[in-house]
Each structure stands twice: as structure tokens, then as C-alpha cells.
């Protein structure tokens, strides 16, 4: 029987091979000429606090990771607010044995010549981070979530900017 189990390995890997070509991106330059550009000629305007410059640093590398400065089309603004829940609290200790960081940003997307509101929207995400009775260890944890919650943020802004582009091309 193991020849069989070979063959359907095989005709697995063989189907996956053909129609690996067949898929596009949802929002690339083939389905949405332009797009591109346009990501390219956002501004994000400076985001305050530590998770902001996290935030607008993984927005501007996802905008324009290719270090070009071309001249802004629009202009993305985005205000963060970030809040901790601990849900669980060991009994012996009394102390939290995990927490979340959650953030809550809200964007909106401008053209720089005109004023004229693009799009403007909302995002949630959040990061689990293990505590331990160790205070620089739970400061490192929390930075880590941190920036894992901006990066997911960044993904979230990102992919909503390129439909709300796509859907006004």
C-alpha cells in the first residue's frame, strides 16, 4: 500500500504546482492598476506615544518598503489608544499570571491636495503577553506585545487603505 499513498503525494504536489499560477493577489497592480503608486504616495503623519512609532514605522515600510520618496498623494492619520486587561490572577500571589494589551486605532486617509477625506475607519487588535514575579521580564514581555499588536494593526490599516484605493481607481 505504501505506493499508493506515494502516488496520491504525488498527484497532490502535481495539482498544487498547476494551479500555483492561478492565484493573484486581491489588491495587486494586475487586478488594480496604480494601486501600487497610490500606497506609495501615502504620508503617514507622526503617531504619538511608543506603540504609535511602532505603529507608523510598520505602516510606512508596508506602504513604501522600497526607500523611493515620491511626492504624497494623501495623507494618513491615526490616533491610538491602548488599554490592558488581566484575566487571570493566581490566588497565592495575588498577582496576574497573564495580561492583554489591546489597541483600538482609528485612521482616517486625506488627499494632500484638497483636503478631501478618502476613507476613514476603525481597527482592534490585541497581544497576550505571560507575567512572572521578574519586573524587567514583565516590561520586555509587554514591549514584545507591543509591537506585535502594531504590526497587526499596520496589517489591518494597510489592507483597508488598499481596498478603500482600489474601490475609488
Keep these: 500500500m505504501w ?4 502516488a496520491r503525494a504525488l498527484a497532490a504536489l502535481a495539482l498544487a504546482l498547476a494551479l500555483g499560477g ?5 489588491y495587486g497592480e494586475a487586478q488594480h492598476p496604480g494601486l501600487t503608486e497610490d500606497l506609495r504616495a501615502i ?5 504619538g506615544d511608543r506603540i504609535g512609532h511602532y505603529l507608523a514605522d510598520n505602516l510606512i515600510s508596508d506602504f513604501n518598503g522600497t526607500g523611493s520618496t515620491p511626492t504624497p498623494k494623501y495623507r494618513l492619520a491615526v490616533t491610538v489608544a491602548t488599554r490592558e486587561q488581566t484575566p487571570t490572577v493566581e490566588s ?16 482616517t486617509l486625506t488627499q494632500i491636495d484638497g483636503g478631501k477625506l478618502v476613507y476613514q475607519g476603525a481597527a482592534t487588535a490585541a497581544a497576550v503577553y505571560d507575567r512572572s514575579l521578574q519586573g524587567f521580564a514583565n516590561l520586555r514581555a509587554k514591549r514584545d506585545a507591543e509591537i506585535r499588536l502594531a504590526r497587526t494593526l499596520a496589517d489591518e490599516i494597510n489592507l483597508r487603505v488598499a481596498a478603500a484605493l482600489s474601490a475609488g481607481s
Design 43 to 47: 504620508e503617514v503623519a507622526p503617531i
Design 3 to 6: 505506493w499508493s499513498d506515494r
Design 92 to 107: 497565592e500571589l495575588n498577582t496576574a499570571s497573564a495580561s492583554t494589551v489591546i489597541g483600538d486605532a482609528k485612521f
Design 22 to 26: 492561478c492565484f493573484q493577489p486581491l
